[in-house]
């Protein structure tokens, strides 16, 4: 725009117009899933994501010392033939894995901050078991019956 004809009211219909566009964007959920924006999840805290092996029904995870799984309260977001699950540490020898697909609007859920999943698009949590902690979800994650030999995790779907 030439500033010499650009009139007070131009420049404010732009700006309005620029506004109102970014954030009808953001509350759709279409900031890219960024939990800083307006309708997501705040600072939580990003998962770490891992690989698993795929095969029939299961999916195995190594768990070494260097993994993000080696500690009681940690988890990560395991993918696996082309499948995202929450995995978190329970205990020392026991798991949980849920679907990481938010029951909202199916999302994939990226955050975790105190024990808690978080949705990077419209901020819904959910604890440790799937259970909803805080909507707009209303249904619980799906949760996967695991299995713990030193060093593998098994997740049967």
Known sequence: MDNSSTTRRDFCAHAITFVTVASLIEGCGGGGGNPG??????????LSTISGNASGNTVTVNIDAASPLSAVGSAALVQAGGQSYLVSRTGQDSFSALTAVCTHEQCIVT?????????????SQYNTSGAVVQGPATQRLRQFTTQFTNPVLTITL
Do not use: A, D, K
């Open 111 to 123: 955050g975790f901050s105190s024990g808690t999943y978080q949705c990077p698009c419209h901020g």
């Open 37 to 46: 924006g307006p309708s997501g999840g705040g600072n939580v805290p990003q």
